[in-house]
């Protein structure tokens, strides 16, 4: 077998990986979405002066942010059931829907701080002045303070998500038939070692393309931002 096969063996595997890959975008983007709602709502927690509520935000959050992403998955894959029953309809729940569910925890950890840390970036005087002006603590934090958190917490809200994307491989080890997973059932199904190396840098490259453009943009919104 001369070198010239080894280009048609590639291209003929792409479209079974690149399906792969898309299930890969498809998991980030909802395990953000799930991810950020609850994020939101833990990081503001955080900031309750009520321990009823601050303590177990704060715990959740350091909790998730903290435990390995790998554990998470496992611990979702075998706990969360394989169908459930509504109203006596039966849902199925397959590997890659549970395997995003678990995305989503340490995404949420990690945006909870996000939160967290936008808000107290706040000079306190603005605070002082709402209060001054009559605003409840509720209406400064909604009104005023946290329209002004958007523009620093969408930056490292990007960069989350492209961790987060670059995480998805992990599901393989699940039984997720993502890209990686697909990667390496192409090269072993070609039964050419020569092969290896281009399959995974055609891997590789999947994941840069995407990614290289959201940080690249998160990095230029960071700059226009910080000079305003």
């Not at 909870?112 to 936008?118: F, P, Q, Y």
């Not at 080890?173 to 050419?192: F, K, M, P, Y």
Request: hydrophobic content about 50%; some cysteine.
């Amino acid at each position: 077998m001369n070198q010239t096969s080894i280009l048609p063996q590639i291209l003929e595997w792409m479209p079974f990986v690149l399906q792969g890959f898309g299930l890969n975008i498809l998991m980030s983007l909802l395990a953000i979405a799930i991810g950020t709602a609850i994020g939101t709502f833990l990081g503001l927690g955080q900031l309750s002066p009520s321990m009823a509520v601050g303590g177990p935000s704060k715990l959740a959050t350091q909790l998730f942010r903290n435990a390995p992403w790998l554990v998470l998955l496992f611990y979702c894959i075998f706990l969360i059931p394989y169908q459930v029953n509504i109203a006596g309809i039966t849902i199925q729940l397959p590997s890659w829907l549970r395997a995003t569910i678990g995305f989503s925890f340490p995404v949420a950890a990690n945006f909870s701080e996000i939160v967290r840390g936008s808000v107290n970036s706040v000079p306190r005087g603005q605070w002082e002045a709402a209060e001054a002006l009559g605003y409840s603590r509720r209406a400064t934090l909604f009104r005023i303070i946290l329209p002004q958190c958007i523009t620093r917490m969408v930056p490292p809200w990007m960069n989350l998500y492209a961790l987060l994307l670059t995480a998805t491989p992990l599901s393989m080890i699940v039984g997720v038939e993502e890209a990686l997973g697909r990667t390496q059932a192409a090269v072993q199904a070609q039964s050419d070692s020569r092969v290896l190396i281009p399959m995974y840098l055609a891997l590789l490259t999947m994941f840069f393309v995407y990614t290289w453009p959201i940080n690249r943009l998160s990095l230029m919104l960071e700059r226009r931002f910080r000079t305003k």
